[in-house]
């Protein structure tokens, strides 16, 4: 059980991480970073 959860939380922390790996600081810092698609599904999310 405790394995499972272990390996849930790894997989789920995996995709955020990658995702934000693509970035360069310099360029999420001057705003100049498009997100693409699901904007606003991510702010829906992030408010509720």
Do not use: H, W
């Not at 693509?22 to 702010?43: M, N």
Request: hydrophobic share 50%.
């Amino acid at each position: 059980m405790i394995g499972l959860a272990g390996l849930a939380g790894l997989l789920g922390g995996l995709y955020p991480a990658l995702y934000l790996f693509r970035f360069e600081p310099v360029e999420v810092i001057k705003g100049s970073v498009k997100t693409g698609r699901g904007t606003t599904l991510r702010k829906v999310l992030v408010v509720t």
